[in-house]
């Protein structure tokens, strides 16, 4: 680079930018000369410094924009991240179902829905389900896609049993009271505590804890899966206290319990449902067994969300149901059974001491319309486990799977 001349000539003809002829003697014949003499080792010099120069100021511009990069090369704001989502306007005059949709058909997703969702979101998801469902529908699809409109312990759930694809999670913050009872460092502590006993964690947890489990369960399968296990055998369950305290109670074992709980279900109170009785004294009752022990032991079925339903489908003559679990499960018993009428258990205090018709999990109803439309537009959030933890963490719940 001795010939004052180059710099300006690559200017010229690599960059494109116009060469002040005062302040340059070359004319044309004389630079493609000088340029003709570069080596080729120099032009790829020349190419690699252009490139990185390209890159510093798209760089410092995403900074100022306050965005960064995905690892799929998605541009993301600042704002984004920190809220957990894609906070993005969208013209109100969409028909944002079929805006949806239509993005699904374009990117080979499929929209994957908890029961606990809200209405509109089961109405235009491939497939509404229960924690068990969902995960046989994570390992079994073929899209390239998943939405997992639910809480992230969900979505780690897809991941986990679908490495290769994309899973979006339309809202990062959509978290779990039992999940969050449950820290990975705090369980292996524990562990370390028991020498001997096998782990079964409750699938309300992270991919971190699942890491450090023997077997995961569900609602729908816990009885089922723990049959396998010896009676003698030494478990330490959970995280869910209710669950594991049910499980113990109907096969006659003694796990030790995790002392966690669902933040929606801990609200359900007996009284509430003799009241709701009294009322209705024809109609039967139906609760969650993340519910506590008195709940449970007035219930006339208990089970998961899908046991629920499946009751409801299978007796046409039972007009009348009470319903202990999250308010998001009467949008499709209705739609199952649109001739029976089912009372949902008001919980025992609501916010602000003012009492309410239903018990409502926050976090699932994080997950809206807009935010799905977004996150399919944008593809982000995406989901990403540790490759470390997910190799163990993929164990107990292909177990699960293999029993359930």
Sequence with gaps: MDNPHISLIIRQKILNEPVDNRTCCVDSEKAMLVTKKLSTYQHYIILILFLFSLKIKRDIKNRVLGKTKTRNNIDMKKEWIEKGYVDEQVDASLDLKKEIRNLCKEKDAIILAHYYTVGDIQDIADFVGDSLALARKAAETDAKVMVMCGVHFMAETCKLLSPDKTVLCPDLTAGCSLADSCRAEDLKKFKDEHPGYKVVSYVNTTAAVKALTDCVVTSGNAEKVMASFPKDEKIIFGPDYNLGNYINSVSGRNMLLWNGGCHVHEKFSVEAIVKL????????????????????????????????????????????????????????????????????????????????????????????????????????????????????????????????
């Design 277 to 404: 009785k009294q009322e209705h004294p024809g109609a039967l009752v139906m609760a969650h067994l993340e519910c506590k022990a008195p709940v449970l032991a007035v219930a006339d079925v208990k089970g998961s969300t899908a046991t629920m339903l499946n009751y409801a489908k299978a007796h046409p003559e039972l007009k009348e149901y009470i319903i202990a679990t999250e308010a998001g499960i009467l949008h499709e018993l209705e739609r199952s059974c649109p001739d029976v009428k089912f009372y949902p258990v008001p919980p025992e205090v609501s916010e602000g001491g003012v009492g309410c018709s239903c018990n409502e999990c926050e976090y699932m109803k994080k997950n809206t319309l807009q935010k799905i439309y977004n996150t399919l537009k944008y593809g982000w959030p995406s989901v990403e486990v540790d490759p470390e933890i997910a190799r163990d963490a993929v164990k107990p719940i292909e177990k699960m799977l293999s029993l359930s």
